[in-house]
């Protein structure tokens, strides 16, 4: 057979070779046959112990997910459980049932259609896709009101690539990867529930292939790459030891990082980088240890105050904070004032809604007027840094006078708190952020008052910019690597080092891969970034030598053009850790994240 | 029978898609009062995730929310708030 190639979207990272096993959920056959007058009650009984059953039945898969893949995921069959339980879907089907007569399976299945028609009307793609969600547990209910028994994935007996026209989440969930070791789809979007769950559970995958279901026979050879969003069909020998040789490249690389995670982030000749993990609550602690993250470099606390009608207490910030300095001690922990405001909000704060909110009345200007709030954050604070390994930063700083009355603030917190007798450290590190371009501007007098500097690269790039990201029709504008950015951020860090201060960056350019040569060539001291990509920022860092960072850094400094710096960094990246570049290029991103 | 009216602003940027739909049934099937969702033509029952899915209300579109009953207050209060946090997302 001739090797043959589909390509689709790569929806799960990997790469695998396998027997094709070709998975169709049929539809139950259902016809409509009347019901006697005096059998109707029973009929809805009967509907309603399906729906029971199909209840729990997606309450064990939604439990074994959550033991194999973790909380995250299982919030996608909550829509699930949803539908089973919606009271005016199963209004409508016992009142079919009472006025037709007729089987439930029918009236059920006809009432699901109604939807479906009017879901597919719908303009919006993603509310599209949960139609998938829908026909899942539809099948579900018909398959337990037949009593049919249905294929299932849980109990395959050999190693195999699942080929399907379509997987519903909950057949993805039931998926094992010992024995799935891959699977394609003929439909299917890089953020349909399917996609994510494999992403998961990590079993490669590539879906959107349009018609490899009917190209394919259960027990045909194939290659699944969901890195690059291909299947081969009778892979020739030449394609075979490709995947061969790249299957030992990504488990060496995969290697690698392991062996990284309990080490410093270094550079090949030596040179040392604090690499600290961005957190928002204690529950992110694991994923910190796990990846191998030094301490935390920015601690988000605005989740205390989100989707809630009152407002945290001191002692409810105190534990949370205690806790994580608690856990990662000696390794420091940053924690940053409120940041609320912008897009973030509580509703017991009434914040008045505002044509222009990232430019408004949020972070510190908003803890400047409402000192209650600040001071018990502040107190909280103080009161967790007894082990000497916290740090307190204040976000949204833009000039001196400002920052003179947060570190007043801060100076009467503390002496109210001594003066109570309570224990604290009393030499603490005190920092801000740096994100709007006035404190770049002023950053010489602003770093004569505190003990460092850590850049907010999300809002300096917007403001220095003057781009909204969530705008879609202007998001391009939004690059790290404009030359305006990368000269501010050299300028924050060489005013820093003069002031003999260290400066960090917690925003998401910190794990940028083509930025991070650069940002390390610049000097910066510290790199915050998500738990989950310290791994990658590691392997990068100790794959560069410093001299090759400052020379890089020096180069773009005096570019134009942001192509001309990702052209440049792009080279430096493709000689010392060109597999990084390889997986940045095909990096899956998550919709609707940051 | 209480009666409470609102019209509420969607702001997360995916507007009410699956998880925010499922939050919002949670919240709702909470109170005993009535809720409906109106938006432009289309009216919904806020405790039926296939009517708020259905409703597909994007980011910056208004939603009405109608709240009947002896709780109608704290409902209203309450999906104000979950609302207005755009459902915990973004």
């Known amino acids: 057979m001739k090797e043959k190639v589909f390509s689709g979207i790569a929806a799960s990272p990997g790469i695998v070779v396998g027997q094709a096993y070709l998975f169709d959920v049929e539809e139950a056959a259902v016809s409509p046959h009347p019901i006697p007058e005096k059998s109707v009650g029973a009929e809805i009984a009967r509907f309603e112990d399906a729906l029971i059953a199909t209840r729990k039945e997606l309450i064990n898969i939604r439990q074994e997910l959550a033991d194999r893949a973790g909380r995250k995921v299982t919030d996608l069959f909550d829509a699930h459980l949803l539908v089973v339980e919606d009271r005016t879907l199963i209004a409508e089907v016992v009142k079919g049932i009472e006025e037709k007569r007729l089987n439930a399976e029918y009236v059920f299945q006809s009432v699901i259609k109604e939807y479906t028609k009017a879901f597919l009307q719908v303009e919006d793609g993603y509310i599209k896709e949960r139609l998938s969600d829908i026909r899942d547990v539809a099948r579900r209910v018909l398959h337990n009101l037949t009593g049919s028994k249905r294929a299932d994935l849980a109990s395959l007996e050999e190693e195999v690539v699942v080929i399907a026209p379509d997987l519903s989440p909950s057949d993805t969930a039931l998926m094992h990867r010992e024995k799935v070791v891959g699977f394609a789809t003929d439909a299917g ?6 996609a994510i769950m494999a992403r998961s559970l990590e079993i490669p995958a590539v879906v959107a292939l349009g018609n490899i279901s009917a190209a394919v026979s259960t027990g045909d050879p194939l290659v699944v790459d969901g890195t690059s969003g291909q299947v081969i069909l009778f892979p020739s020998r030449a394609t075979l030891a490709r995947v061969k040789r790249e299957q030992t490249e990504l488990l060496r ?43 935390v470099g920015l601690y988000r606390t605005e989740y205390f105050y989100l989707n809630r009608v009152d407002l945290p207490d001191e002692e409810e910030q105190y534990q949370a904070y205690r806790k994580v300095a608690k856990t990662l001690h000696p390794a420091s922990v940053i924690i940053r004032t409120l940041d609320l405001g912008g897009d973030k909000f509580n509703s017991a704060l009434e914040i008045p809604p505002e044509f222009n909110p990232f430019m408004g009345w949020r972070a510190i200007r908003f803890c400047l007027e409402r000192q209650d709030i600040f001071k018990t954050q502040l107190r909280a604070i103080l009161r967790a840094s007894r082990e000497k390994n916290v740090k307190v930063m204040f976000p949204m700083i833009s000039g001196y006078g400002e920052l003179k009355r947060v570190l007043r603030i801060w100076e009467e917190t503390k002496n109210e708190i001594r003066r109570q007798g309570v224990p604290f450290h009393q030499d603490m590190e005190v920092g801000i952020m740096i994100e709007i371009p006035s404190a770049v501007v002023m950053a010489d007098e602003l770093a004569r008052e505190v003990d460092f500097f850590s850049i907010g690269t999300n809002d300096l790039i917007q403001y220095t910019l003057a781009v909204d990201r969530v705008n879609e029709k202007i998001a391009y504008l939004y690059d790290p690597l404009n030359p305006a950015v990368i000269r501010l951020i050299d300028q924050v860090i060489t005013t820093g080092h003069r002031h003999n201060i260290w400066v960090g960056m917690c925003g998401e350019m910190a794990g940028d891969i083509l930025s991070i040569p650069i940002l390390l060539g610049l000097g910066l001291d510290e790199f915050s970034v998500s738990p989950v990509i310290i791994p990658e920022v590691k392997k990068l860092i100790s794959s560069l030598r410093l001299p090759e960072a400052r020379e890089l850094a020096q180069e773009v400094l005096s570019y134009r053009s942001a192509d001309d710096i990702r052209a440049a960094a792009k080279k430096v990246i493709s000689r010392t850790a060109p597999r990084l570049l390889k997986a940045e290029q095909s990096r899956v991103r998550p919709a609707g994240s940051g | ?66 709240a009947r009953g002896v709780d109608a207050e704290t409902a209203m209060e309450e999906i104000e708030a979950l609302i207005k946090s755009k459902f915990g997302e973004d």
């Open chain 1, 189 to 194: 979007g890089k953020t349909s529930h399917t």
């Open chain 1, 253 to 295: 690389f995969e290697t690698q990082l392991e062996e990284l995670k309990d080490r410093p982030a270094e550079t090949r000749d030596g040179f040392r980088v604090t690499l600290a993990a961005n957190i928002e609550m204690p529950e992110d602690l694991p994923s910190v240890v796990s990846h191998g993250g030094e301490g």
């Open chain 2, 1 to 66: 029978m209480p009666e409470i009216v609102k019209d509420i602003k969607i702001e997360n940027k995916l507007g009410i898609h699956a998880r925010p739909a499922a939050r919002f049934v949670q919240l709702s099937s909470r109170f005993s009062s009535d809720i409906i969702l109106k938006r432009g033509e289309e009216e919904v029952n806020g405790k039926s995730i296939m009517g708020v899915l259905m409703l597909a209300a994007p980011q910056g579109s208004t939603v009405k929310v109608i």
